[in-house]
């Protein structure tokens, strides 16, 4: 009995959705923007963010007259940043005739769905997944307003190079692959600068006893350490060299950038150099749609806003541009043309990634806030 | 002194610090094993709920304004000890008594369910994250050339040594001595005959979770302190290399377990100095296989030894 209710139930509601699918895609004077990300789950507060910035985008637009006189429609979809769920996510914005996408986060999440849209020539643009592989399939409407994890180590190391001008310089990573890509690509390009790196080293994640790396770096006189990895394990090193009296700068990713990290520091996380996407809020040219956001209650700071709102920019100048919502001409134009948007001027190379995305350097202090170095 | 060598004295402390916690935590593991010939694999979860009872206690003794350095230091271990040793009991009662008698291979598939049960329920009630374990005990002494290599031997670390030895020497002279010692002795020889005897096992058997949980407990503290944060995964490493240091030493051996660990915590010390961090497991899990080829009994372990 309850599982024929329950069936019924489902059945009704699956109507109910498809009868709504049916009367706006009767309705020719819109188009139709798929947002597709984490509403639920672990991530979900990064999620917020992608939302945020998209629905603002959509409004504003709208505001202004919508695109080629239609008004944009956001389909929002929860994958969870679960795979499996994206691929659903991602057949499900395809049924309901969504021809461009802002989505998804995870980049475990994005490159599954990213095959789907591939395949049904939707345009995709990610504006959090940093996964290199996701661009590097030959797809020609996958796109990102992020950077790549791979862009990271040769910036942290040419401003190691240039403005530090460390005489000894360690490289310690956590060998799992975020950590190990970032420090290899740091040691490389230190080399090529001409910086001495003397002990290139690898740990084990969730490690606690870091006693003889620390005495192993002051042995070797260390001056400078660039760690590749996450904020527990640096976090126990910053506190342990100083509880040990190694004089060493520190410098890390993006994944050491958050305030985590002065809970098991403390006063050792001050003066930590990090690599981070820079705050697009403090951009001078963003300062009237910060305050849209305040007035709206929402919060710009986020690091995965501003991204999402250049992704409807993009998306909406495309359209303009090409002068139709079909998206395989719309691709086209955001292949060949400059953009300029909410992270700044945007210009795309062929494998859909940024010819220019800045990560930038900023010193970390102990009381979780960072101020910006170059 | 020449730098080499205080390098090298550095390492040795280093290690010994580390190699005396794993002591503390191996002598739950032997002890259980010398009497009930079981390995208790959450042992390393019991270690850990140690840890986050003394910081939590921390942190409430500073929310009431209590700061009295030795006050709260003892404070925290007491109730450490007392509420691992609850947990240590609990475990013994529930999960591996109603199995004792019946095949040795349940209760051993019971202590992994122990051992993720705990985990998870550590993890539903204090989250994921890292959480940073204040350094009450600061300071150190320093020796060498300030301008090359500087040695370093904190108040921490002679701290670790002082309650680790005062521990080890507590339970030799608890084991030979005492009555409920000489009952556990007993136990550990002959179960069935402690039993005709007039020994009442069970409590002997409970005895031993609940000291082998308190020593879990204080090598908890220490370490969390020591290294700086604690997280729901900090027994699982622990546990297993405890684990190894009691089977290096002799399980079923206390000073076996003794010596384990700190075998244990030098040889990786030594690793990560002469070789590589990146070898430090290999290295030591390296130890335990060739220790189980060619000394299957252990450093200190004679198959007809006395087994607590």
């Known amino acids: 009995m309850k599982g024929k209710y329950g069936k019924l139930i489902a059945g009704l509601a699956a109507s109910v959705v498809l009868a709504g699918a049916a009367t706006t895609a009767s309705a020719e004077d819109t188009i139709k923007i798929g947002i597709a990300g984490p509403m639920t789950g672990p991530v979900a507060q990064y999620g917020d963010m992608q939302f945020t910035g998209t629905r603002m985008a959509i409004k504003q637009i709208n505001a202004h007259g919508g695109v080629m006189g239609k008004k944009l429609v956001a389909v929002e979809e929860d994958d969870a940043c679960d795979p499996k769920q994206a691929v659903n996510v991602a057949n499900d914005l395809v049924n309901k005739g969504v021809k461009f996408v802002v989505g998804h986060l995870c980049s475990s999440s994005t490159q599954p769905a990213s095959d789907v849209y591939a395949d049904e020539g939707v345009v995709m643009i990610t504006p959090a997944s940093t996964n290199p592989t996701i661009t590097q399939r030959g797809y020609d409407n996958i796109f990102r307003t992020i950077g790549l994890d791979s862009m990271q180590g040769p910036i942290a190391a040419n401003f190691i190079a240039d403005k530090i001008k460390p005489k000894r310089v360690a490289v310690v990573q956590d060998k799992q692959q975020y950590g190990e890509g970032i420090a290899s690509a740091v040691k490389k390009t230190l080399e090529k600068d001409g910086v001495n790196v003397v002990m290139y080293e690898g740990i084990n994640a969730g490690q606690k006893d870091f006693s003889s790396l620390i005495t192993k770096l002051k042995q070797a006189k260390v001056d400078f350490v660039y760690y590749g990895g996450y904020h527990p394990e640096l976090g126990l090193i910053l506190r342990q060299a100083k509880e040990k009296g190694l004089k060493a700068h520190f410098m890390g990713p993006e994944g050491v950038g958050n305030k985590d990290i002065n809970t098991i520091a403390g006063d050792a996380a001050e003066g930590m150099y990090v690599t981070l996407p820079p705050s697009f809020d403090t951009l001078p040219k963003n300062a009237g749609l910060v305050k849209a956001f305040k007035a709206a209650k929402e919060d710009p700071t986020g690091p995965f806003v501003m991204t999402s709102y250049a992704a409807v920019q993009l998306i909406a100048e495309g359209i303009e541009k090409a002068k139709s919502t079909d998206p395989v001409k719309v691709a086209k134009v955001l292949h060949a043309g400059t953009f300029d948007t909410a992270i700044g001027d945007v210009s795309f190379n062929k494998e859909g990634d940024l010819k220019k995305f800045n990560f930038v350097v900023y010193k970390w202090h102990s009381d979780g806030t960072k101020t910006r170095v170059e | ?308």
């Not at chain 2, 009662?93 to 550590?122: C, D, Q, W």
């Open chain 2, 1 to 308: 002194m020449h730098e080499q060598m205080l390098y090298f004295l550095q390492q040795l402390l280093n290690g010994l610090t580390v190699g005396s916690a794993y002591a503390l935590i191996a002598i739950g593991y032997t002890m259980v094993y010398g009497i009930i010939g079981m390995i208790n694999f959450a042992h390393g979860e019991i270690y850990m709920i140690g840890a986050y009872i003394a910081l939590i206690t921390i942190t409430g003794l500073a929310t009431l304004n209590i700061t009295f350095l030795p006050v709260v230091l003892v404070i925290a271990l007491v109730l450490a000890m007392i509420v691992s040793s609850a947990f240590g009991w609990s475990m013994e009662r529930v999960a591996y008594r109603p199995l004792r008698g019946g095949n040795r291979l349940n209760p051993l598939i019971s202590a992994i369910g122990v051992s993720y049960f705990l985990k998870n329920y550590v993890l539903l009630a204090q989250g994921s994250r890292d959480i940073g374990f204040p350094l009450l005990i600061k300071g150190s002494w320093t020796f060498g050339d300030p301008n090359g290599f500087e040695a370093n031997f904190s108040y921490m670390q002679l701290t670790i040594f002082i309650v680790t030895i005062v521990c080890m020497v507590a339970l030799t002279l608890f084991i030979s001595k005492s009555r409920l010692g000489r009952a556990c002795r007993a136990v550990a020889q002959d179960l069935k005959m402690a039993n005709l005897l007039g020994i009442d096992t069970h409590k002997i058997i409970a005895a031993t979770f609940v000291i082998g949980s308190a020593l879990a407990a204080v090598a908890g503290m220490l370490l969390g302190m020591y290294y700086g944060s604690i997280d729901p995964e900090f027994g699982f490493i622990a546990g297993l290399k405890a684990f190894t240091a009691a089977v290096l030493g002799g399980i079923g051996s206390i000073p076996g377990a003794m010596l384990g660990g700190i075998v244990l915590g030098v040889a990786e010390s030594f690793t990560s100095a002469y070789l590589s961090t990146d070898y430090k497991d290999v290295v030591s899990f390296l130890l335990l296989i060739l220790i189980l080829l060619f000394r299957p009994s252990g450093l200190l372990g004679k198959p007809e030894v006395e087994k607590i």
